[in-house]
């Protein structure tokens, strides 16, 4: 079936009874691919059919479909043109993993962040109108989604208008309650038929043209809003002025049209409530779904990783966090929807009352943190360096302002590989930097990283780790000094070039140095450690014998330690030479996390040519 799909609006040549075959032939597609690209299965698997009956009903790309987060939309690109090269998922100049306006016109947002495909989506019905244009607008967001605050702003906003705006609930986990028996099912089908919203909207217009009309009315809303709320779901939707339809099974294609098809021809804000099973169809997926929302490669017949057995900068955090629970009863965890992401399911099983999951709403964790911290806790927050970006007014006002000790764990800081320029934690030194108050460290390798959380633990203030999502580095492993507030540690000692690394690019420092030592130069190398408060006397010492310092960071140059650093050369008057290696303004896009590194010029090899460039 997938043969006859060769472009947008192929599927709409199908029959109806055919579509399941097409829904079949596409799961087996999924779960071909994204064992060997890897990628986010479980939620594609359970938007198959939901996603074929939105291309039945829309006519792409005319009308605009806005994905929230992205990560269901495979079976999209599947339907849009994009199979013969779908084997490109997530590669370097292949597909991205994420909807992309540059790779197809079939894509209206570029989506890989929570909670904005309704505020996307109620723009473009406004422009849309004032242009008169004429399209139609489907948002499509997840369950999970709906944590987040922004969603519910949009909501609010949405529920003014007077022209068709259609948003798609895919509840994939059932964290909306389902509604079931006889008289729910006959008046949701009553209340969402043509023949009934006609009639309503008659009986309205007719009853506010006679005297005292308008109060008639509204004695008549109260009366059946009471009764809906005992027998029909949906309630907060209807109450914020937002018709609501469903549940409707989101494996039942004619079901899914006809739903869809009556919400497109209505006037205003509607929201389709859809229930669907993540991981539908590949069993390990639906026994494990939070596993392969976001898997790496695995074998088919198993479901395990091929990867199997490497330790990340995660598990080790995982490990060292849950010691940390057993030696202090103060600490606390908190995630923003990233309880195994982040690894913090293990703290969770030891300690569930000291384990908290705000859902996702970063800005609400930042806050909610402050209050244990204040309340006499010590809160680790883990979250992802793209995600923390979002509370960004939380750390600065709730947090540094008033100098509160809340541990910032910055998962997935730096370059993130496949995921690509949304999920690229490229940021986070620059924007958490310039905070008062706030101490930035980053570990060089695994061990660094225990013993960094130990000292933030037992620190005061604010205090922000950031380490990548790669492999946890197991070199240096002798070189484990005291940490001490600011303090920076010397690797190596050599003469005229001073190599500064931040975090994960002391490992790229030592490489570089290896291939600079065959050029006659053997360079002093630095682990950092902290990017603020740095170690200003260690600097000024190795100023007096090194014409060049070079920074290496896997973060943006504007604001970063590059920059701290040359400010500080130049306000001292220091004789010597900054260098800065750091990520170039312009957003790096979906490779392996080497392939990244090269393109923004700071892997090994590079660091090293550019500074045998200036030397030479």
């Known amino acids: 079936m997938l043969e006859r799909i060769t472009g947008p609006g192929s599927v709409k040549k199908l029959q109806v009874n055919e579509l399941p075959e097409l829904a079949d032939d596409i799961r087996k597609l999924l779960i071909e691919t994204v064992s060997r690209t890897g990628g986010h299965l479980a939620s594609n698997l ?11 009903v829309y006519t792409l790309p005319g009308d605009k479909i806005i994905w929230d987060v992205g990560h269901q939309s495979y079976t999209h690109k599947i339907l849009t043109g994009r199979r013969d090269v779908f084997h490109t998922l997530r590669q370097e100049n292949g597909l991205s993993g994420f909807p992309r306006r540059s790779e197809s016109s079939c894509d209206a947002w570029d989506s890989g962040h929570s909670s904005n495909s309704i505020s996307a989506g109620l723009g473009y019905v406004r422009a849309r109108d004032l242009n008169h244009d004429d399209y139609s607008v489907c948002s499509v967001i997840g369950d999970g989604a709906l944590t987040g605050g922004m969603a519910y702003e949009a909501l609010n ?5 007077r022209s068709n705006f259609v948003i798609v609930l895919n509840d994939n986990n059932m964290s909306i309650s389902r509604n079931v028996g006889g008289v729910h099912n006959y008046l949701a089908q009553l209340r969402t038929s043509p023949k009934y919203t006609d009639l309503k ?28 709320e005992l027998m029909i779901p949906g309630m907060f939707f209807e109450d914020m002025g937002i018709t609501y339809i469903g549940p409707v099974d989101g494996h039942d294609i004619p079901a899914l049209i006809e739903a869809l098809r009556i919400a497109r021809r209505k006037k205003g804000p509607v929201l389709v409530h859809v229930v669907t099973q993540k991981g539908r169809g590949y069993l390990p997926a639906v026994r494990h779904p939070e596993r392969f929302h976001g898997t790496s490669p695995f074998e088919v017949e198993t479901g395990l990783p091929r990867d199997n057995g490497v330790t990340t900068y995660t598990d080790v955090f995982s490990t060292v966090m849950v010691k940390m629970g057993e030696r202090n009863p103060k600490v606390c965890a908190v995630t923003a ?16 009352e000291r384990f908290f999951d705000t859902g996702i709403a970063e800005e609400h964790a930042v806050t909610f943190a402050a209050g244990l911290a204040l309340g006499g806790m010590i809160p680790v927050a883990a979250v992802y360096s793209a995600f923390l970006q979002r509370s960004f007014d ?20 730096g370059f993130v590989g496949a995921d690509g320029a949304t999920h690229n934690g490229c940021f986070d030194l620059s924007y958490l930097s310039m905070m008062p108050n706030m101490t930035v460290m980053a570990p060089k390798n695994k061990w660094e990283l225990s013993d960094m959380v130990k000292f933030a633990v037992d620190a005061d203030g604010p205090v922000a780790i ?14 484990r000094e005291e940490i001490r507030p600011g303090r920076a540690e010397v690797i190596e000692e050599g003469a005229d070039v001073a190599l500064l690394a931040v975090g994960a690019m002391v490992e790229t420092a030592c490489g570089a140095a290896e291939i600079l030592k065959k050029h006659g130069i053997s360079p002093t190398i630095v682990n950092v450690r902290f990017v603020k408060p ?23 140059r504007s604001g970063g330690f590059g920059e701290q650093v040359a400010d500080f050369v130049s306000e001292e008057e220091l004789p010597v030479r900054v260098q800065i290696m750091a990520v170039p303004d312009r957003f790096i896009h979906h490779a392996s996390i080497e392939a990244q590194r090269r393109a923004a010029g700071i892997d090994r090899e590079t660091v090293a040519r550019r500074i045998l460039e200036k030397t030479e």
Not at 51 to 56: E, K, N, P, Q
Not at 339 to 349: D, N, V
Not at 538 to 551: G, N, Q, S, Y
């Open 46 to 56: 359970g938007a198959v059919e939901l996603t074929i009956a939105l291309h039945y």
């Open 157 to 161: 906003n949405a529920a003014q208008l």
């Open 201 to 228: 909207d008659s009986v309205k217009q007719h009853l506010e043209k006679r005297p005292g009309g308008n109060e008639l009315v509204r004695r008549i809303q109260r009366t059946k809003n009471s009764i809906k």
């Open 337 to 352: 929807a990233m309880e195994e992401g982040t690894g913090l399911k293990r703290f969770a099983i030891h300690f569930p």
């Open 394 to 413: 939380q750390i600065m006002d709730d947090v540094c302002l008033q100098n509160l000790h809340v541990v910032f764990c910055v998962d997935r800081a």
């Open 466 to 479: 950031r380490y990548p999502k790669a492999k946890a580095w197991d070199g240096l492993e002798d070189y």
């Open 534 to 556: 740095f170690d200003r006397g260690l600097f000024r010492k190795l100023a007096e014998h090194h014409h060049t310092f070079v920074t290496i960071e896997e973060n943006v």
